[in-house]
């Protein structure tokens, strides 16, 4: 699978197109500015955690997605998302501040889990109602790369999914039975 397929096989698996997805099409660059570092690769591992937990299988935390988050919005994000993304982790730890009286990494996982869910029903309905000019919320962008970065990495690829290594033999027929993981 290229890279091209795996985004494509991803945007569709988010409902849509992915933010960013002319970045990842045509390359990432590397810049000189100062962009997100390993202090906020912890504090997005905790918001990715708090999105994809650890149950039978490894949570975001365990796949290192918090530094897949960085990496990507340092060098595949233009500036204008790049600073809404960064406003974006601001604005998460200020309404934990607002609402709970401490900063996100201190509240608890129920607190940070409705938290989040209040936060993506604002994101819903502002991608319904947002005109095509107008900025991607961060928040979707946050959701989207946490699964990007999951179901790319080796705990999702492999303890998500049913990982079938390649090279196998094509098996044109798969049976499935309700409730089985998808097969990578």
């Not at 997100?36 to 650890?54: C, K, Q, V």
């Not at 309404?95 to 938290?115: M, V, Y």
């Not at 819903?124 to 005109?131: I, T, V």
């Not at 962008?141 to 079938?164: D, I």
């Amino acid at each position: 699978m290229t890279r091209k397929e795996a985004v494509q096989y991803i945007s569709l698996l988010l409902g849509g197109s992915l933010v960013g997805a002319n970045s990842f099409l045509t390359g990432c660059k590397t810049t000189d500015k100062k962009g997100l570092n390993s202090d906020d690769s912890a504090y997005l591992d905790e918001i990715a955690e708090t999105i994809l937990p650890e149950t039978k299988t490894p949570g975001a935390k365990a796949a290192k997605v918090g530094s897949f988050m960085v990496l990507m919005v340092n060098d595949c994000y233009d500036e204008k998302e790049q600073a809404i993304f960064r406003e974006g982790m601001q604005k998460i730890n200020d309404q934990a501040k607002a609402k709970l009286g401490k900063e996100f990494t201190a509240i608890t996982p129920q607190q940070r889990h409705a938290l989040l869910v209040q936060i993506d029903n604002e994101q819903k309905q502002y991608m319904k109602s947002k005109k095509e000019e107008e900025p991607v919320h961060y928040f979707r962008m946050m959701k989207e790369l946490t699964l990007l970065g999951y179901f790319t990495s080796e705990p999702g690829c492999t303890k998500a999914k049913r990982y079938m290594p390649v090279p196998g033999k094509y098996i044109g027929c798969v049976p499935y039975t309700k409730g089985e993981k998808a097969i990578v």
